[in-house]
């Protein structure tokens, strides 16, 4: 419960901090946006005052050389000087051969009459003139500079977000791994005392076939337990005839299940090898041959056939159930997704876990067709 108030107030002082920089940010960038503006205002009204130095000055002979200096030190901010009647008389800092097209000088002198208050050039109130100007190239660049900030603050929380959802994902795994091997653990208890009791019952004078029965589940029961010891940890592979580990759990549930489902095993060989681990190997089997008696609602055909390829060992399984939509093949493997009533959509999840990660196979919807039936495919490795 620490763990989790802990994580919480972090996430609410992160958010709460990055709020605060991200203002500052804004704030800074905005004044400095201002000053930078102004400042670019005042370059171009000392050029203005240049401007009017050199039209007023009547004398041929005075010394120009620093209003012309100004004008010419203005290397960055694009502006076009136009008289009283709106013709354009001169422009600086303007592509040359754009500028050859009246048409592009109109419409860039449109966006600096919309971008900036004109500055009037005027001598004694005779012969005006007014500069207009576009904000300079660095400055228009600054205006995206919060934006660029503002991105990669969100990647940053992204990134812890995604951090701490790991490891609360892997906190849950931890947490179910553990009841895991705890159920089994407290399954083992019960199931060698009933071990013992079959033991007593084969020396009384029971019907054998009842005992029979009754060891088989408890060999089942056993069978489960291992099977949940098993997670989260690596399993150990050896190599098992796939045929025989297949048959048995085929056998087992065609036993316990309805009398109208008709099964049918066929297999190419009798031994087919490859490394597996026949407990977790044998629940993907069974996880399926449910979900398939279940699709079929305890009524129709299902087909398990082994065969081989160049490399692979071939598994499929195919019933004549309800079907599943072409986009469902991948979603049906997720943990969680079910379309049943009851259950928590784990089986066909866990049995992709086991054969891709495990044992390094393939396993997928071959095909399907909506109240037609469904067969699945289990690629391993063989040997």
């Not at 990134?159 to 091997?181: D, Q, R």
């Not at 796939?242 to 759990?249: E, L």
């Amino acid at each position: 419960m620490n763990f989790f108030k802990n994580n919480l107030l972090f996430r609410a002082i992160a958010l709460f901090t990055s709020i605060i920089i991200v203002s500052l940010i804004l704030w800074n960038t905005y004044t400095f946006f201002q000053k930078f503006k102004n400042e670019e205002r005042i370059k171009m009204e000392i050029l203005a005052a240049a401007q009017k130095e050199i039209a007023s000055n009547t004398d041929l002979n005075a010394n120009v050389d620093l209003p012309l200096k100004i004008i010419e030190n203005n290397n960055n901010i694009p502006m076009i000087l136009v008289n009283e009647k709106g013709t354009i008389e001169y422009y600086q800092n303007i592509d040359t051969v754009e500028a050859k097209k009246p048409a592009y000088l109109e419409g860039l002198l449109t966006l600096m009459k919309a971008e900036n208050e004109p500055i009037e050039v005027s001598y004694k109130g005779k012969n005006k003139q007014f500069i207009y100007y576009r904000n300079s190239n660095l400055l228009n660049k600054l205006t995206y500079y919060p934006i660029a900030l503002i991105l990669i603050l969100l990647l940053f929380l992204t990134v812890i977000y995604l951090f701490f959802n790991a490891n609360k994902i892997a906190e849950t795994n931890k947490l179910w791994t553990g009841m895991a091997k705890e159920t089994a653990h407290q399954i083992g208890t019960p199931l060698s005392s009933l071990l013992g009791w079959i033991a007593i019952l084969k020396t009384e004078k029971v019907n054998a076939s009842y005992v029979t029965e009754i060891e088989k589940d408890v060999h089942r029961l056993n069978a489960i337990a291992n099977r949940f010891s098993k997670i989260g940890s690596v399993p150990t592979l050896k190599k098992e005839n796939i045929v025989t580990t297949t048959k048995q759990v085929f056998d087992y549930i065609a036993s316990k299940s309805s009398k109208q489902i008709s099964f049918f095993f066929n297999a190419k060989e009798d031994e087919i090898y490859a490394n597996i681990n026949g407990e977790l190997f044998g629940w993907v089997i069974e996880n399926i041959i449910k979900n398939a008696i279940d699709a079929m609602l305890g009524k129709g055909t299902l087909t398990v056939e082994i065969t081989t390829g160049s490399k692979n060992v071939i598994i499929t399984i195919s019933d004549s159930g309800k079907g599943i939509l072409k986009k469902q093949y991948k979603q049906i493997f997720k943990p969680g997704y079910t379309t049943k009533k009851r259950g928590w959509g784990l089986g066909l999840s866990l049995s992709k876990r086991i054969i891709s990660n495990y044992h390094k196979g393939k396993i997928a919807v071959k095909k399907s067709e909506i109240n037609k039936g469904t067969t699945f495919e289990i690629l391993l490795n063989k040997i």
